[in-house]
């Protein structure tokens, strides 16, 4: 099927690209390469599993949460008007819920008791802050703003009642304990992990469950029977808390139907979350619930799993930071870029030198923005044409990169083609005609809304905040140096250009004016 025109899902119309790429993805349940085929043409509906916010989400995270955002961009480049959920888990879950029936703790109790959770007056608190902070990196990380981002506690309701359904069906049962998902009654169990037989999926049930009433090993729990619990609702069964996977299969269906077209999170998600979620949804509906599962390989840094015992665990928060606020001063478009530069199914080693590399090729890309007349920091508010059509001979460039996208999300191979297309800017400037600018601002434009390294996106991401520094003293201190030289005073002129070298600051003089910019410090 070949994609129509359409409406981005952010509002802006744009041209179907000339050569029309089918768009394909790896898909886990076939195990293949497909061509992704919307139930109803011309439109897809995605779900992405979010995070659980008992802390700073980190740069593991946003590695999954970024091949969700590139899946979005690339299917609204190629014309699909496209529905995009993706959840906040504020409830839970527990500390074994890589085990497909969760014991051990919740994960939301235990934050609140650690030393940065006695801030928080209890976990509803917790919850919503980190929630909050969550937004707030995904906006520094210019990833798109959702359709629809629902909250498991404020759909309790209807998590109960799809239990409530399930036992109705004969899919679940009760014990005294909670409520569980009967896996006999659904025969697909296991297809989509590969974890076939019973034998094969009670071994990767690494905890026998303490349940004495539980009728098979592999079934999961809905539902959870605590009078204790921090966090619990009323419910048929009595005061509890629902299993992890029910909200997922509750919301998604809630907003995107019985039946969604692609559903992503990362490889750990495979088993048991993302088996359980289609057991019940499929039981729940009687229809296939998502047609094609797109899971991103964990991230390693320094060449290593990432954990606070290794000393290479890394919150989006501590990489943006300023020095000044104890973090790493890192651009938070090279941050993306650096995540966005291996394939999302390869393993991808993140380092220090890296982040060196991406940050070199941001500047470029700043620079290159200059040249064709765009302020780097106002690029989104004169957002301009991004239409292939006004590329000029930019064009087959736009349009190697929306291919490499389309097939299978090929990250490395698009960025490839910003670079390119920047040492053509860069090399040609100054000299380039009005014609060709304007050409080359499309493009950048265009590149923009497909990978969103260029320039940020979001109002404000880019206004000091929380994780950046103000700059307005920075700038007081350069327009008195530049009075100090109008005035002849190059005594105070050089004192001033040592403050700012002590700030960290690199000031740079051209016949445009002056430059400066704030010297990489990791
Ligand atoms: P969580 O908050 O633990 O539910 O995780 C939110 C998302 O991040 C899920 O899709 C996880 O699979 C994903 N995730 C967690 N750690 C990593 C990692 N190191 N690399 C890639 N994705 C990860
Ligand atoms: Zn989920």
Redesign the pocket.
Known sequence: MNPPAGQCVDGANIRLAPVAHPFQLFNTLTRKVENVEPLVPGQLTFYS????VYSFA?I??F???LTADLLVRTATALGYDVRYATNI?DVGHLTEDDVTDATGEDRMARALRSREGQQFANVWDLARYYADELISDWKHLNLREPSVRPRATEHMREQILAVQELLDRGHAYETKQGVYFSVASFPGYGSLSGNLDATTLEQSVRDVVSDPEKKDARDFALWKKDDAHLMQWYSPWGWGFPGWHIECSVMAMQYLGDEIDIHA?????IFPHHECERAQSEALSGKPFARYWVH????QVEGKK?SKRSGNFHTVRDLLASLEKGGRGVDPLALRMTLLAGHYRKPYNFTFDTIRAHTRHRERLTEALRAVNMDPMDAAQGAGTSDPASMGSFEPLYDRALAAMSDDLNTPEALAVLFEGVKRILSASPGLSRDEQNQAAAWLHGMNRLLGVVYPEHEGAQEPSATQQDDTHIDELIEERQKARAEKDFARADAIRGELTALNIEVMDSPDGVRWKRKTTF
């Open positions: 599993c979010g995070p659980t980190h593991g995270n590695r999954s949460f888990t999170g990362g490889e750990d998600l991103t390989r964990f991230l990432m």
